[in-house]
């Protein structure tokens, strides 16, 4: 493994020019790894109303089981990017497949609410190190001019892991029961496991070291720098809005609007597409407006704001409203490879790892919250302002954003 030498300045060199052909396999790679993580994301939620059913639990009881997932997840975000860092992204990135594995294996003999929380232990593990891993491999191995273009893929596959998480799971519940949908999913992991570790060359990061007389302390520098913690606000808020969608507008689309449990979780998977449409959308507008991502993103935070609102009120009836909450992610979507390159800009040279870490770790905080916060509103049949308060902690997150822009250098 080859090592990139810090001078005292912190600052590596630029990459050299990499074949088009290479960057689409390296992007392709991650873009499946990242698909893989945002499946684990959704292990659980899509299953609520069986467990709920089968095992006998609360609201509250099956949103503490994601508060665990991404207090794992986000405590160990932030410390995995200092072993990617130090390491390089290929053998953390297998590890974590492992642990996927094990989560799926562990869902498929759950015997109870203990099983469950197993699977978000290990799958909360498995999540942890992903946003470090991909954009150290993505801001290191991809031609600068195409950044904007693998920013948008790796979202987009990441909105296409959530929308198939639901309907495999729902597939398999259907034909075979709940616990044969893990076993698949382990199959799957395993499977794309095979294949990085086929393609692994395309993988490799460089490991970061600091001159020997490099100032003193300079790896945890970083975190003086406000702009990182208006990154990281930005990152806590915007996911307490999609923690809702995840978890709980199916369970409040049922109930308020008396939909199938079937078209409930169609909406799910449909505002995963409309996310990925989006994002796809939003790679090009990132492309062309570097310079104003960050007001980029607070107009697409406010429009998925205004649109959950008005999901809320429920005047468009049950099919109306669930056509709306798809459309957020559209909305929403656009914003995400502008909100990438925001933290690019953001991040300081040769702490990639470590500032993507601290800063995504604001996102996996926010689905930690989020479920015991809606949780209880759910509880007490409180659905529309489950909803509107979703809406609010989206539009605080424009604040943040135009926060980020005014303290990054253009």
């Known amino acids: 493994m080859n090592t990139v030498i810090l001078d005292s300045t912190g600052l590596d060199a630029a990459p050299a020019p990499v074949p088009l052909k290479d960057d689409a396999a390296i992007i392709g790679l991650v873009g499946l790894a990242h698909a893989s993580s945002h499946f684990a994301h959704l292990l659980l939620p899509p299953l609520f109303p069986v467990f709920a059913t089968e095992f006998g639990l609360s609201f509250s009881q099956l949103g503490f089981l994601m508060t665990v997932f991404f207090i794992i997840s986000g405590s160990g975000q932030a410390a995995s990017g200092f072993l990617v860092d130090r390491v390089g992204a290929r053998p953390v990135l297998f590890g974590s497949f492992l642990c996927f594995i094990c989560a799926c294996l562990a869902g498929y003999v759950a015997q109870g609410y203990a099983g469950l929380m197993l699977v978000a232990v290990l799958a909360g593990l498995g999540n942890a190190p992903f946003h470090p891993v991909d954009f150290s491999i993505l801001n290191q191995r991809v031609s600068t001019r195409r950044l904007g273009y693998a920013f948008s893929a790796h979202g987009l596959s990441g909105n296409l892991g959530w929308a198939l998480t639901p309907v495999f799971l729902l597939f398999f519940t259907a034909w075979q029961g709940w616990r044969s949908g893990y076993l698949a999913a382990a199959a799957l992991y395993a499977g794309i496991l095979l ?52 978890a709980f507008a199916s369970p409040i689309m049922q109930a308020v609007h008396h939909v199938s449990f079937e078209a409930a979780t169609t909406m799910i998977t449909a505002y995963m597409l409309c996310g990925a449409l989006g994002i796809f959308a939003g790679g090009f507008v990132a492309a062309r407006m570097p310079h104003h991502s960050d007001r980029v993103v607070a107009w697409s935070m406010s429009a998925g704001a205004l649109l959950i609102v008005l999901a809320a009120t429920g005047w468009l009836g049950g099919f109306g409203s669930m056509a709306v909450l798809a459309a957020t992610g559209f909305a929403v979507g656009v914003g995400g490879p502008s909100r990438d390159m925001m933290i690019k800009k953001a991040t300081p040279k040769g702490a990639t790892g470590r500032v993507y870490g601290t800063v995504y770790s604001g996102l996996d905080m926010g689905f930690a919250i989020a479920p015991l916060i809606y949780g209880f509103f759910m509880d007490r049949a409180m659905y529309t302002a489950t909803l509107m308060l979703a809406a609010v902690f989206l539009t605080l997150s424009v604040v943040a954003a135009l926060g980020v822009g005014k303290r990054t250098p253009v």
Do not use: I
């Open 195 to 246: 294949l990085l570790v086929v393609k692994r060359r395309y993988l490799r990061t460089e490991v970061v070291s600091h001159a020997h007389d490099a100032p003193q302390g300079r790896g945890m520098a970083f975190m003086k720098l406000p702009v990182v913690w208006w990154c990281f606000s930005f990152f806590l808020l915007s996911t307490m809005t999609l923690a809702v969608v995840q």
